[in-house]
């Protein structure tokens, strides 16, 4: 009893200091799935609320505006979904590409599970688990406009005079060092003003995802992405979460099998512009 009482004292207060860096979204609830299994399942369900670990850095997938303390996205939407599903609200809770894995296996946990562009990896599978995918992804670049003749492969981008910038603690800082050992690779914190700093010439290329890159090119006339049918790499962007969390991953991949034969995932994908999804 001495347990139940301390762990629902934690439970309110990881809750209570979340607020300043998270957002509540108010789901309709759904108690479809009430025959899953118990445990982190029940522990979600008792607690009442979904927390779910995001970079808010990745347009449009999952961005933090702060100045209204507020998320949005595709993949924002996606753990709504979720949470739907649960019977539950959710809470977002901001983490970045270098900290993510750690953020993810932390004791006490900060949150249930992370979204928001995560590539499903061997190297992730083997310290944690990924839902199946349902998102296609690949690296490919943002450039200025005038100079998308310029990169047209790899090798064109492969020079010491070319400047790539690239974010730090993700696999596009590992793709840039692991591919481009001729050119002068810049890693900047913050991820949504790379493209800015391209655009502005402070920067000549930025190594970015097939997911991240038409948004920027629609926002930003400047800016162009002319390998974009032609990705450097090929595949999924997936729910990363701990291990032993079968039960919980159990109604992450039932939902998002909901999510693409009733058209939710097709439908998300045309309001962000998305150029991919599962079928």
Known sequence: MK???????????????????SVLAGCETNKNLNDAPP?????????????VGTTGDYRPLSYFESQTGTFW?????????????????????????????????????LFDFAIGGITISDERNEKMMMSDGYLANGKTILCRAADKDRYQSLADIDKPEVR???NPGGLNEKF???????????VYPTNEDIPT????????????????????????????????????????IGILMRKGQDNLMQIVNTTL???????????LQEKYGLVHTQK
């Open 3 to 21: 347990y139940k009482i301390k762990k629902a004292l934690w439970l309110l207060t990881l809750v209570l200091t979340l607020c300043s860096t």
């Open 39 to 51: 445990e982190k399942v029940d522990e979600i369900r008792d607690r009442g609320t979904l927390l």
């Open 73 to 109: 996205g595709f993949d924002i939407e996606v753990a709504c979904e979720i949470a739907k599903a649960l019977g539950v609200n959710v809470a977002f809770v901001k983490t970045s590409w270098p900290k993510l894995t750690s953020d993810v296996l932390a004791d006490p946990q």
């Open 164 to 166: 790539v910038m690239v």
């Open 176 to 186: 840039a060092y692991a591919s481009l050992p001729h050119a002068s690779i810049y």
């Open 197 to 236: 700093l391209i655009a502005e010439g402070q920067g000549d290329v930025m190594i970015t995802e097939i997911t991240e890159a038409p948004y920027y090119v629609k926002a930003d006339s400047r800016l162009a992405a002319p390998l974009l049918g032609k990705p450097f790499t090929h595949g999924e």
């Open 257 to 267: 099998q909901r999510m693409k034969d009733d058209g939710t995932l097709r439908s």
